[in-house]
């Protein structure tokens, strides 16, 4: 049974950092591509941020690209995303999935966590 746990998020300032982690069980971590989605109020979801487990590969969204970055730790089967230099567009539920390779669209991806929210306030 596969799961994804997403936590870290909350409530920060404007400029400020929050990192956000995403462990997975159930899934053999190194075949797999690990992805970052969000959705705001209102707007539909968007893929901002992936990593391919066996070599490292990243891939962002320009909305979030140099300013968020997204690592694995495969010993604990733990993505991280680590969001700095946040504005208050950043605010939204945060999603990590997962699928067997990378890509922007939502629909690559086979399973998913439950959502963690971010607010940033200005």
């Known amino acids: 049974d596969v799961q994804l746990q997403a936590s870290g998020g909350g409530l920060v300032q404007a400029g400020g950092s929050l990192r956000l982690s995403c462990a997975v069980s159930?899934?053999?971590?190194?075949?797999?591509?690990i992805a970052w989605f969000r959705q705001a109020p209102g707007k539909e979801r968007e893929g901002i941020a992936c990593?391919?487990?066996?070599?490292?590969?990243?891939v962002y969204s320009d909305s979030v690209k140099g300013r968020f970055t997204i690592a694995s730790d495969n010993a604990k089967n733990t993505v991280y995303l680590q969001m700095n230099s946040l504005k208050s567009e950043d605010t939204a539920v945060y999603y990590c999935a997962a699928g067997p390779r990378s890509g922007k669209d939502q629909e690559m991806y086979d399973y998913w966590g439950q959502g963690t929210l971010v607010t940033v306030s200005s």
């Open positions: 990593i391919v487990s066996d070599n490292d590969d990243t």
């Open positions: 159930g899934l053999t971590f190194g075949n797999s591509a």
